[in-house]
């Protein structure tokens, strides 16, 4: 079965960088594109950026381009996503979700989520 | 980037109600949207893509419809298990954008 299991909570301060894992399994990793998203509390998510299985082709949201750096390692089946520049309102749960296929940004299966809180 | 908006906000309904959440976008989506399901403190679930058409799993009681600007997410009859926040989002450009939520609550 497809799973996607994430790296564990971050306490980070203002300023510095965080770099989570996703690892996936149960299927092939290079034929469907991967997503990261967050979602602060109480609010809904909030797309950050994708990577394409194959070419590592990605695409970035505005608000944070610059910042942010998605990446995989096709020899162990994972992705990683990098925010550097952190500010408190970077503090939220973060998750990689899988493309679902042939419809690209429907995100069929999720990671269990990170917490990622900045604070001084 | 595309807007979306939902409504209500929340609903409280008893179980067995029949229970329809709309989903607006600030322009037209064609029919690429998708419906989640989120449970406190767990990861969001598709349940709806292409704005009509089921995930694997996902029960009958659970449909979409809507083309163009304005969408809609029914429960036939809710379940206990379908007290939950539900999301819309939309798949149809970059950046993918998703609804406030409507948070469907025990009367």
């Known amino acids: 079965q497809v799973r996607l299991v994430q790296s564990g909570p971050e306490v980070k301060m203002p300023g510095a960088s965080v770099k989570v894992s996703c690892k996936a399994s149960g299927y092939t990793f290079t034929n469907y594109g991967m997503n990261w998203l967050r979602q602060a509390p109480g609010q809904g998510p909030e797309w950050v950026a994708w990577?394409?299985?194959?070419?590592?082709?990605?695409n970035y949201a505005q608000n944070v381009q610059g910042r942010v750096t998605v990446t995989t390692d096709t020899s162990t089946n994972t992705a990683y996503m990098e925010l550097r520049g952190l500010r408190s309102d970077d503090t939220a749960v973060y998750y990689c979700?899988?493309?679902?296929?042939?419809?690209?940004?429907?995100?069929?299966?999720w990671g269990q989520g990170t917490l990622v809180t900045v604070s001084s | 980037d595309i807007q979306m908006t939902q409504s209500p906000a929340s609903v409280s309904a008893s179980v067995g109600d029949r229970v329809t959440i709309t989903c607006r976008a600030s322009?037209?989506?064609?029919?690429?949207l998708a419906w989640y399901q989120q449970k406190p403190g767990k990861a969001p679930n598709l349940l709806i893509y292409v704005a009509s058409s089921l995930h694997s799993g996902v029960p009958s009681r659970f449909s979409g419809s809507g083309s163009g600007t304005e969408f809609t997410l029914t429960i036939s009859s809710l379940q206990p298990e379908d007290f939950a926040t539900y999301f819309c989002q939309q798949t149809n450009s970059f950046p993918w954008t998703f609804g406030q939520g409507t948070r469907v609550d025990m009367k």
């Open positions: 322009q037209s989506i064609r029919n690429w």
């Open positions: 990577i394409s299985g194959n070419t590592a082709n990605t």
């Open positions: 979700a899988r493309d679902k296929g042939v419809v690209p940004g429907t995100f069929d299966y």
